[in-house]
């Protein structure tokens, strides 16, 4: 019975994971910065009001002694890195080297699943994107997601650490209050006209959050030694203004109450689609379509 710790496990990713956890009758360890005001879910094995990095982690690891380390904990938000570059990076890096520190210390055997980003590519020059595609970032996000996963490289062949970088595409579903399904869901539910950047032919690679949570758990599983590099993602490629219309269908807005206004993000790559070859390599296959996950999210948003 593996041994579960998830940093960050209020987020929208960790708190998912410790459900999931749970659910397969796992001990789950939580930390979070605020852990203890009923953020993470009933049940857990122990819990730590922790805001990393923090000396206190290297005793946690040490007492709970977990076979799995989820990194979840850290900064999610892109377009805020340009203006805030050295809070991104506090949040990032030091994090994530504090956390090696104490898995090398404490428990050199267990598996790190380190959430990374497909920020780490950038502007891709042709789809789908492979792990073998060069990282190319084009934001401080992706840069601070990037120098993780070096990190990680370096604690792997110098200590022999066990860690799998999870390069995850465009999660959503309940409980995510960001992001595009989320923009489309506040922006539709107002009365007037919405407006979207961009022209709506720019695309992403979604993939719902049960789907997410799945393709982790099964990366946790794998027995490779070192620094592996994984793509998370659905390996579809669906276009902005197909998330809107999917949005504003199930919520039951009509055409004609939304545009784009044709205004992009310079740094904003305007296509992604994932290879998943090696996410398939492990079993996983996507079990909830991108129109029932926004059927899903819309309906859950009818509760907020």
Request: hydrophobic share 40%; aromatic share 8%.
């Amino acid at each position: 019975m593996k041994r579960v710790l998830i940093t960050g496990a209020t987020g929208f990713i960790g708190k998912a994971l410790a459900v999931e956890g749970l659910a397969r009758a796992l001990p789950v360890f939580g930390i979070a910065s605020n852990s203890g005001r009923g953020g993470a879910p009933p049940g857990l094995a122990g819990e730590a009001a922790l805001r990393l990095p923090d000396d206190g982690l290297l005793r946690v690891i040490e007492q709970f002694q977990p076979d799995v380390i989820f990194h979840c904990a850290g900064s999610a938000l892109p377009a805020l890195s340009f203006s805030s570059p050295s809070r991104d990076f506090r949040c990032s890096a030091p994090v994530v080297q504090d956390l090696l520190e104490s898995a090398r210390q404490a428990a050199p055997r267990a598996h790190l699943v380190l959430l990374s980003s497909a920020a780490v590519y950038g502007q891709a020059a042709s789809l789908p994107i492979s792990e073998k595609t060069a990282p190319s970032p084009v934001s401080p996000y992706g840069f601070h997601k990037w120098i993780g996963e070096i990190l990680s490289r370096e604690y792997a062949q110098v200590y022999g650490l066990r860690i799998s970088s999870a390069r995850v595409f465009s999660a959503y579903g309940p409980h995510l209050t960001k992001q595009v399904v989320w923009d489309s869901i506040c922006k539709l539910a107002k009365p007037g006209l919405a407006e979207f950047p961009g022209t709506g032919e720019e695309s992403r690679d979604f993939i719902f959050i049960n789907d997410l949570v799945d393709a982790l758990y099964r990366i946790a599983d794998r027995e490779d030694e070192g620094h592996q590099v994984i793509n998370v993602a659905s390996g579809e490629e669906t276009r902005i203004a197909e998330v809107v219309g999917t949005v504003a269908r199930y919520m039951g807005v009509s055409e004609g109450r939304w545009r784009f206004t044709g205004q992009t993000a310079s740094a904003a790559p305007p296509h992604w689609r994932a290879d998943i070859s090696e996410l398939r390599s492990l079993g996983f296959e996507t079990t909830v379509s991108f129109e029932e996950g926004v059927r899903r999210t819309v309906e859950w948003s009818r509760s907020r």
